[in-house]
């Protein structure tokens, strides 16, 4: 397994276009996470999912983000008609739900895709 | 609200004196602390982490110590050594949602 991946790794779009960033989770995690990191900010918590159920959604997450996670795999997020603020680092990352002697319950971060809107 | 606080933005050491980073946390709920360190261009990385039941957890040159009564977590970093410079993240979850909180961060400098 190659860890969570992302992508794109860089997005430049203009104000007003959609965008969509997909995230590969660690294969056996069930718990998938996207974070929006801003310069000198830490990961602000945006939504999760449980396998394929989204459990929670951050108050940051306007009517014009949307996640999805079908079949409980891969997840995207999509930016509809973005602006100048959405400009930021997405992060996905992903856990297993279990005992944390295990090593459950640790974040997987994924390398993240910067979006620039213009 | 900042429920989990990194108040130092910037902390620099000399290589192989002690690294002391610090955060604080607000939420009572909160019963399991991770420390992820990043570099640029990169997402955070796992160091180590703690649970609320214990005050101590040590991995090799790190080491965390928890104080619930005052809701303050520090990570300890002995010898410190120049690759350890980066940004350093607290994060705190509550077992009741499973959802990570994380701190601003506090960008390391080991000087040579």
């Known amino acids: 397994d190659t860890g969570v991946s992302q992508n794109p790794r860089h997005k430049i779009t203009k104000r007003g276009q959609n965008v969509t960033f997909r995230c590969d989770p660690i294969s056996e995690h069930n718990r998938l996470y996207w974070y929006r990191q801003t310069l000198g900010q830490g990961p602000e918590f945006l939504t999760y999912?449980?396998?394929?159920?989204?459990?929670?959604k951050s108050r940051l997450l306007s009517d014009r983000f949307s996640a999805e996670r079908p079949k409980g795999s891969f997840s995207t997020l999509e930016i509809q008609r973005t602006e100048q603020g959405d400009s930021a680092m997405y992060l996905c990352?992903?856990?297993?739900?279990?005992?944390?002697?295990?090593?459950?319950?640790?974040?997987?971060f994924g390398a993240g895709s910067r979006l620039t809107v213009l | 609200d900042q429920q989990v606080k990194q108040n130092s933005p910037s902390l620099s050491v000399q290589e192989g004196r002690i690294s002391i980073l610090n955060c604080d946390y607000t939420n009572s709920m909160f019963d399991y602390f991770l420390w992820y360190k990043k570099y640029p261009a990169e997402g955070p990385t796992f160091l180590i982490s703690i649970s609320s039941i214990k005050d101590k957890n040590e991995d090799g040159r790190f080491t965390v110590f928890l104080n619930k009564s005052a809701k303050h977590l520090s990570l300890h970093i002995v010898p410190s050594q120049p690759g350890d410079s980066a940004v350093y993240f607290c994060a705190a979850m509550d077992s009741g949602t499973y959802k990570y909180i994380f701190g601003t961060g506090t960008r390391l400098k080991v000087l040579a």
């Open positions: 990352a992903s856990s297993l739900a279990g005992a944390r002697e295990s090593g459950a319950n640790v974040l997987t």
């Open positions: 999912f449980q396998n394929e159920a989204q459990l929670e």
